[in-house]
């Protein structure tokens, strides 16, 4: 089942000289479950789309479907009530509030919208990610790694139809790296999360399911590789 749609989405900033193309007619579909690496150079336009696809940024030309929801024509309230719903968002900087614990910080998209977390799912998630027992913590006690972790089960507390996922690893030594990467694809495969990640390193998107690879705003290689 699609979850997701692009049609020839194009993205234009500024004009005249200053004009810039960051994205030239993307077209992209993702299905339900899928976990999609999509891997460019610096200024290839992966950022950029990546904030289209989670309705930070709207494109200048066409469309976004996600779960039949065209978050391309969404006003800017809209957007933030849809992306805090459906799509979960992990940065390469973690963006935890620093006075707030671990178990806040990661029932905080479900507290603001006033609603009570299923209690076996949350546990389900902190137990898989490994930080159960730091859930009393603030975040400055953590370690990097520890933080990711948080930031990963925030994004998925509300369940989200989309997982998108900003270089999680680029602040990350290699251990953490590669243990973030196997909290993903568990993710992905005992929660059938759809995931779609944005890096450009090579033996990062390899451990995807599929690899697109995006130059000059345009895709240029789409390879499944399972």
Known sequence: MEI???ENVRKVYGTGENRTVALDGIDLSVEKGEFVAIIG???????????ILGSV??????????????????????????????????????????????RKNILMPLLLDKKKPNQEYF???VSSLGIADKLEALPGQLSGGQQQRAAIARSLVYRPALLLADEPTGNLDQRNSGEIMDM??????NLKQTILLITHDEK????????VTIEDGRIIGDERRA
């Open 184 to 189: 993903l694809k568990l993710s992905n495969r």
């Open 4 to 6: 997701l749609r692009c």
């Open 41 to 51: 150079a610096s200024g290839s336009g992966k950022s950029t789309l990546l904030h």
């Open 123 to 125: 546990d389900r998630i």
């Open 57 to 102: 940024d709207q494109p200048t030309e066409g469309k976004v479907i996600i779960e039949g929801t065209d978050v391309s024509a969404l006003r800017q309230r809209q957007s933030a009530i849809f992306r805090r719903r459906t799509v979960g968002l992990v940065y390469q900087f973690y963006n935890l509030i620093p006075t707030l614990t671990i």
């Open 204 to 211: 990062v998107a390899l451990q995807a399911d599929r690899i």
